[in-house]
C-alpha cells in the first residue's frame, strides 16, 4: 500500500511537471571542442601511451575506490594530451559512470560530485563522438538535433552513445523529473540507434536500458511495463549474471507494480550470485550486491 500510494503521487506529480517540462534544465554540449587536430611528438606519444596503460591498469581493480579514482584521473590526463583520441574519451565516459554510480551514490556528502560527475561523462562522450566523425561533429556544431545527427555514425559510436545517455539520465533524474523529459526523445531514438547496431553491447545494455527508460516513464509520456519487463528480460536471457540488470528490475519495475515477490526474487538472485562468476566486471557485480542490500533493507518502506 505505502508503495501505491507514493507512485500514485508520483504520477500526479509528473501530470503537474508536463505541463512545464518546457522549463527543464539544458546543458551546452561538448562538441565544438573535440575536433582539433593534434599532432603528437614522440614524448607525447610517449606519454599519452603511459598514461593510458595506468588507466587501464587501475581500471581492472576498480572495485576497489582509490584505483577507479586512479583510472579516471590518468584519462583525463590523456585526453589533455591528445583530444582527439576517441576511445580515451569513451573510456572515461564509462570510467565516470562508474566512479559515480559505484562509489559517490553512497555517501550522501557527495551528492554535488555525484551529480557534477554524471555531467562530466556526459561530455567525455561527447569529446568522443565529436572526434570520431567530423560529419557529427560538424552536424552538431551547426545546431542539428542529436537524434538527427546521428545518422552519419556507425556502430562504433555506439559505445560512447550508450554512456553519454547512461550518464545523461542519472544527471537529468538529480537535476529535476522536467529536465529528465525534456531529454526523453533524444535518449529513445539514441538507445534506439545502439539497439540497432549494437544490441550485445555491454551485457545487452541497449535492451536493459529501454527497460529502464519504459518503467520509469509515465504513461502519457511514452512509459509501458509491459514493454519494459520485455526488455529487461531480453538483457537478463542474454547476459543473466550481469547483475545489474536484476537490480534495475527490483528498483524500477517490480516497486512501481508493487511486485513485492519480483523485488525480493531478483535481489535474492544478486546477493546469491558469486560477484566473481563473470572476471571482466567484478567491480559491476560487488556494487550491485551493495544496492542490493541497500533495497532489500528498505523494502517495507518501498511496499
Given at each position: 500500500m505505502k508503495s501505491s500510494l507514493k507512485f500514485g503521487h508520483w504520477i500526479a506529480l509528473a501530470c503537474m511537471v508536463a505541463v512545464v517540462a518546457g522549463c527543464g534544465s539544458t546543458r551546452e554540449g561538448a562538441w565544438e571542442t573535440s575536433s582539433e587536430t593534434v599532432v603528437l611528438d614522440e614524448s607525447g606519444k610517449a606519454q599519452e601511451a603511459q598514461l593510458l596503460a595506468a588507466a587501464q591498469a587501475a581500471?581492472?581493480?576498480?572495485?576497489?575506490?582509490?584505483?577507479?579514482?586512479?583510472?579516471?584521473?590518468?584519462?583525463?590526463?590523456?585526453?589533455?594530451?591528445?583530444?582527439?583520441?576517441?576511445?580515451?574519451?569513451?573510456?572515461?565516459?564509462?570510467?565516470?559512470?562508474?566512479?559515480?554510480?559505484?562509489?559517490?551514490?553512497?555517501?550522501?556528502?557527495?551528492?554535488?560530485?555525484?551529480?557534477?560527475?554524471?555531467?562530466?561523462?556526459?561530455?567525455?562522450?561527447?569529446?568522443?563522438?565529436?572526434?570520431?566523425?567530423?560529419?557529427?561533429?560538424?552536424?552538431?556544431?551547426?545546431?542539428?538535433?542529436?537524434?538527427?545527427?546521428?545518422?552519419?555514425?556507425?556502430?562504433?559510436?555506439?559505445?560512447?552513445?550508450?554512456?553519454?545517455?547512461?550518464?545523461?539520465?542519472?544527471w537529468a533524474i538529480l537535476e529535476s523529473f522536467a529536465t529528465l523529459l525534456s531529454y526523453k526523445d533524444e535518449v529513445r531514438a539514441i538507445m534506439q540507434f545502439c539497439l540497432d547496431n549494437d544490441p550485445e553491447y555491454w551485457y545487452q545494455a541497449p535492451d536493459r536500458y529501454f527497460g529502464i527508460f519504459f518503467a520509469k516513464a509515465p504513461a502519457f509520456s511514452g512509459g509501458d511495463m509491459t514493454k519494459s519487463i520485455e526488455h529487461f528480460q531480453v538483457s537478463i536471457d542474454a547476459a543473466p549474471h550481469y547483475l545489474g540488470t536484476h537490480t534495475f528490475v527490483a528498483e524500477e519495475w517490480a516497486i512501481k507494480e508493487a511486485d513485492r515477490p519480483m523485488f525480493e526474487e531478483q535481489l535474492n538472485f544478486v546477493l546469491n550470485t558469486d560477484p566473481n562468476i563473470i572476471p571482466a566486471i567484478v567491480g559491476e557485480n560487488t556494487c550491485e550486491q551493495r544496492k542490493a542490500k541497500i533495497l532489500m533493507a528498505d523494502a517495507d518502506d518501498l511496499f
Open positions: 581500471w581492472q581493480q576498480r572495485g576497489d575506490e582509490a584505483q577507479a579514482l586512479a583510472a579516471v584521473e590518468n584519462w583525463k590526463k590523456a585526453v589533455e594530451i591528445n583530444p582527439t583520441n576517441a576511445q580515451a574519451w569513451t573510456d572515461l565516459s564509462h570510467a565516470l559512470y562508474f566512479y559515480a554510480d559505484c562509489t559517490l551514490r553512497f555517501d550522501e556528502a557527495q551528492a554535488d560530485k555525484y551529480k557534477a560527475t554524471h555531467e562530466e561523462g556526459i561530455g567525455a562522450a561527447e569529446h568522443a563522438l565529436a572526434a570520431m566523425s567530423s560529419a557529427f561533429s560538424d552536424r552538431m556544431a551547426s545546431g542539428s538535433l542529436i537524434e538527427n545527427a546521428i545518422e552519419v555514425l556507425g556502430p562504433p559510436a555506439v559505445p560512447a552513445l550508450y554512456w553519454r545517455s547512461s550518464n545523461l539520465g542519472r
